[in-house]
């Protein structure tokens, strides 16, 4: 039986299409898994279909409800597990007084449905992950949810509660729960799923029963046939070792890139280079972490360059109208606020700041998350000749094609370590995404 | 502060029409120098407020300061440094919220001050009233030290590569860090000016007597605060100007003032004071923003 059937969704934030047409359905005792690379439009596909977001187009319909289970959970710390889980049936619907006696008794049976053996007295504040993700699951049954979605629910969990969790999931099945489940483990995906869908660049590219295709496969349909031909060694001559970090260096006048899953340790390692002063950076989030929205785009400019005690305008100026036309920021004028400069050009804002401090090093965390392709152009461009004028510079990108484009050495990280380091020219997209999920098992 | 400044001139209108009185040079002068402390402190507190923090001590700070003046007059400053100082390292170096430690400060102070003085007045040393010049020229001294102050801090503001430092940590903290300032320094020296000032207000507040209360100071952080945020400051860091601290001052200042010369009922002045602070923080809201 179907419980929940997707069709033609289609979904845009901006310019960006997250979603283009996909196809997906959810049958009763049936486990179907979701793969993708980062970005593929996966959680973006989920929130459709729990309903949190609205699709473009398309249609959803759904037999009973669909709840949606987080890598990280989201209960109130300061309420315990019984008033946790009565918020979610209840929605804050309670008549008259509350029945504590009832809540309790309904509490303890949504856990034993769960499988978990937690006091449900505890503060949720109290309760470690695992158990706070079965503290979610209690509230999804709670809700008399058809559907589970499970969005990478073992990325942070060990061997044995993963194991644990595979068994609740196999118990749901058999009472005939729709399970939707996203993973990047493909061993996961091969132990548990009965169905596999890929998503790639917002499309569904295939949809399989797991007996009918390989891991090979599957990378194979994540990575996309066209996988970029790899540039050959350019021919550089690479200076001495500015940066090291957990076995990775990276020399003067070179490029390195670094791949990785979401999660695999790469902007960790970023802070740690920038608070042990080796580098500037640049963070991911711009908006939160890479500009000063509420000050103008000289102030942000001339930030970490300040030196003199007095502020000097007139220079001020002058280097702000320079970094704007070496990097063509795109903006009425070098004083309006980077509150109203769109994200590309805050993205080159927040590189200008540290170019006027001519680092040795720069670091630059997904440069060119969310920016359109003419400014994801001019940020290479900058970023090719920052190097050849002999900073080291490291990029981490979630983009595969980036970072085959600007890489001189690119290194994989997974689990918080770096796993694989490739001179350019000697790995493809196949390879890399192969290196960044894991040897199989 | 723009709408803080249109509603000087529109009370000034009133008053022109309604209350000529009101603008004789000797009102205004008495008028001037009963707000010498307010903005001051107001001028500090500005700093803190742009910073995303608060300091609701800094009446207590005054008090104290009062009471080092009897000691020893130069060292008010210096004892309000120190106590900004204190808040500053619990606020900026441990991160403890400001309105927490700043309100333990306040009660803490205010009490230590009533063991110490028994409740007693303090006499001030002789020849320290109007710094024995006599009461006019003691009066324009106050007014121009106050003015000098407030100005130098206002340029200062806008002008000194430390003190924009001071905006960027209240607009945005995280990126402030990730641009290579440092946030807990910036954080703890901007208490400690704020200390330095109240000490300063203190000092000059004095100059106009020969004894000290030991309850001086007591509301001044509200008055401060009110007038920061009239002036067009967000309460949330990162926005206001010296211009809209000091326009926030002159318009709460006169509003008590005008009632009496129009003949309200003084104690309406409050209810008009809140709901001025009220109207102040729904421009914040809705209204245009100014650059800065």
């Given at each position: ?198 998503l790639r660049d917002g499309e569904s590219v295939a949809e399989r029963p797991i007996a009918a295709v390989t891991r090979t496969e599957l990378v194979m349909l994540m990575a996309g046939r066209e996988v970029s031909a790899p540039e050959p060694p350019s021919g550089k001559v690479p200076g001495e ?195 960044m999920l894991g040897e199989a098992r | 502060m723009k709408a803080a400044g249109w509603a000087v001139l529109a009370l000034a209108a009133v008053l022109a029409v309604g209350a000529p009185g009101f603008f004789t040079a000797a009102n205004l002068r008495d008028l001037a120098l009963n707000n010498v ?128 430092n001071i905006y960027a940590v209240g607009a945005n903290a995280e990126a402030a860090h990730l641009a290579g300032l440092p946030v807990a320094a910036v954080r703890i020296g901007t208490f400690a000016a704020l200390g330095a000032m109240v000490g300063m207000a203190a000092w000059l507040n004095a ?86």
């Amino acid at each position: 039986m179907i419980l929940l059937q997707a069709r033609g969704i289609t979904k845009s934030f901006g310019a960006v299409r997250a979603l283009r047409g996909v196809d997906f359905q959810a049958t009763a005792g049936e486990v179907h898994a979701l793969v993708g690379e980062n970005g593929a439009g996966k959680s973006t596909l989920i929130k459709v279909l729990t309903g949190a977001l609205e699709a473009d187009s398309g249609l959803v319909e759904r037999a009973g409800s669909v709840a949606a289970v987080y890598q990280q959970p989201a209960l109130f710390g300061e309420l315990s597990v019984t008033e946790n889980l009565a918020l979610a049936v209840e929605r804050g619907r309670v008549k008259g007084l509350i029945n504590w006696r009832a809540r309790e008794a309904r509490a303890k049976e949504l856990l034993s449905l769960a499988g978990a053996e937690i006091d449900p007295q505890r503060l949720a504040s109290t309760l470690s992950l695992p158990e706070q993700q079965l503290v979610e699951i209690a509230k999804a049954l709670g809700t008399d949810a058809r559907t589970l979605i499970f969005d990478e629910p073992t990325a942070s969990l060990s061997q044995h509660d993963a194991a644990r969790l595979f068994r609740i999931i196999a118990d749901l099945k058999a009472r005939g729960t729709g399970i939707v489940y996203i993973s990047h483990r493909l061993e996961e995906i091969f132990e548990i799923a009965d169905r596999v869908t890929v998503l790639r660049d917002g499309e569904s590219v295939a949809e399989r029963p797991i007996a009918a295709v390989t891991r090979t496969e599957l990378v194979m349909l994540m990575a996309g046939r066209e996988v970029s031909a790899p540039e050959p060694p350019s021919g550089k001559v690479p200076g001495e070792v500015v940066l090291e970090a957990r076995g990775l260096k990276v020399r003067k006048g070179e490029i390195v890139g670094l791949a990785g899953l979401v999660g695999a340790g790469r902007t960790e390692l970023a802070l740690e280079l920038f608070e042990r002063g080796e580098a500037a950076l640049v963070p991911e989030d711009r908006r939160q972490h890479g500009v000063i929205g509420a000050m103008t785009v000289a102030e942000n400019v001339t930030l970490a360059s300040l030196r003199s005690l007095m502020l000097d305008f007139p220079a001020e100026q002058k280097s702000a109208l320079d970094y704007q036309a070496r990097l063509g920021i795109k903006t009425a004028s070098v004083n309006a606020l980077v509150d109203h400069l769109s994200g590309g050009n805050q993205q080159k804002v927040a590189l200008a700041r540290w170019l006027a401090t001519s680092p040795r090093a720069l670091v630059l965390d997904e440069p060119t998350q969310g920016v359109d392709v003419g400014a994801k152009a001019e940020i290479h461009r900058v970023i090719r000749e920052l190097a050849g004028q002999g900073m080291a510079i490291l990029v981490i990108s979630s983009e595969l094609p980036e970072v085959l484009a600007l890489s001189d050495r690119i290194a994989v990280m997974r689990r918080g370590e770096i796993v694989a380091i490739r001179e350019r020219g000697q790995a493809d997209q196949h390879q890399l995404l192969d290196l960044m999920l894991g040897e199989a098992r | 502060m723009k709408a803080a400044g249109w509603a000087v001139l529109a009370l000034a209108a009133v008053l022109a029409v309604g209350a000529p009185g009101f603008f004789t040079a000797a009102n205004l002068r008495d008028l001037a120098l009963n707000n010498v402390a307010t903005l001051i402190t107001a001028a500090g507190l500005l700093l803190v407020i742009l910073l995303g923090e608060i300091d609701i001590s800094v009446g207590s700070q005054f008090a104290v300061c009062g009471l080092v003046i009897g000691v020893a007059p130069w060292a008010a400053p210096v004892a309000g440094m120190a106590l900004g100082l204190a808040n500053g390292a619990l606020c900026g170096g441990l991160r403890l919220p400001s309105i927490v430690v700043s309100l333990a400060a306040m009660v803490a102070l205010r009490d230590a001050i009533r063991w110490t003085t028994q409740g007693a007045w303090i006499t001030l040393p002789a020849g320290f009233q109007w710094a024995g010049l006599g009461q006019d020229a003691g009066q324009w001294l106050v007014l121009g030290f106050a003015v000098l102050i407030v100005a130098l801090l206002g340029w200062a503001l806008a002008n000194v590569g430390l003190l924009r430092n001071i905006y960027a940590v209240g607009a945005n903290a995280e990126a402030a860090h990730l641009a290579g300032l440092p946030v807990a320094a910036v954080r703890i020296g901007t208490f400690a000016a704020l200390g330095a000032m109240v000490g300063m207000a203190a000092w000059l507040n004095a100059l106009r007597f020969n004894e000290v209360q030991p309850s001086a100071g007591t509301g001044l952080e509200l008055k401060a605060i009110a007038a920061v945020v009239v002036g067009g400051a967000s309460i949330r860091g990162g926005r206001g100007t010296m211009a809209g601290t000091v326009t926030g001052v002159v318009l709460l200042g006169m509003i008590g003032a005008a009632l009496t010369f129009l003949g309200v009922s003084a104690y309406w002045e409050k209810a008009i004071q809140g709901a001025i602070i009220l109207a102040a923080v729904v421009l914040d809201r809705w209204g245009g923003r100014d650059a800065r």
